[in-house]
């Protein structure tokens, strides 16, 4: 076999194995919907306007500090229907690249949003009636990792004929990095009565 048939066949080899690994590599996301059927009506009817008020804080703490959302961040409402309370159960089980749970687009849909009042996570929703209501927002946050890298070359001893002997160091120096991440933090608030200031304070 001379060469430049060798070269087709390793390339056609190289591209199919390229081929194959992108198309995994793109393999869609299974979403997992929820069985309870999602009843329009009844969730727009929870959302008409009320008397009442929620106003809340969001927060994650992670290694001994405090991080919230950032000034203006999404805070949504959803009303809490059969739909909703099977999705949040079939969260638990379908959470990974390759299958996840979800909300249908109509019920997605069905909410109240607002925004975060400043940067420590104030928000506040208005005009609500009496129910029960799951309120969500999300609150990145860094992880920092440090390592000692070498930062010259190695200082060593040596003896009048330049042979090197025992003690000496490596100098180094603290190399830090960080990677970005993003915590969902949710709650159940349930409204009674009319014209009612809530307090919830959504602490992870």
């Known amino acids: 076999m001379n060469n430049s048939i ?3 066949l390793w390339g056609t080899i190289a591209f199919l194995l390229g081929f ?4 995994r590599a793109q393999k869609k996301i299974e979403y997992v919907l929820p069985t309870a059927e999602f009843n329009k009506q009844e ?3 929870m959302l008409e306007e009320g008397t009442n008020t929620i106003q809340g804080n969001v927060s994650f703490k992670k290694r001994g500090y405090t991080n919230y959302p950032h000034y203006t961040d999404k805070v949504l409402l959803f009303p809490v229907t059969p739909h909703l309370l099977e999705y949040l ?6 959470n990974s690249k390759r299958k996840q749970a979800a909300l249908t687009k109509e019920a997605v849909m069905a909410k109240i949003e607002t925004k975060t009042l400043d940067d420590k996570g104030n928000f ?3 005009n609500l009636k009496p129910g029960k209501y799951y309120i969500v927002s999300w609150v990145a946050w860094e992880k920092v990792t440090s390592s000692q890298v070498q930062s010259g070359p190695v200082v060593a001893n040596y003896n009048m004929l330049g042979q090197q002997m025992g003690g000496g160091y490596v100098p180094t120096e603290t190399q830090y990095s960080s990677r970005g991440f993003e915590e969902e933090i ?3 608030v349930e409204v009674a009565g009319d014209r009612k200031v809530i307090k919830v304070n959504m602490a992870r």
């Open 43 to 45: 969730a727009y009817k």
């Open 124 to 126: 506040e929703f208005v």
């Open 89 to 94: 159960e079939l969260r638990k089980k379908y």
């Open 6 to 8: 060798k070269k087709y």
């Open 186 to 188: 949710g709650e159940f």
């Open 20 to 23: 194959s690994f992108m198309a």
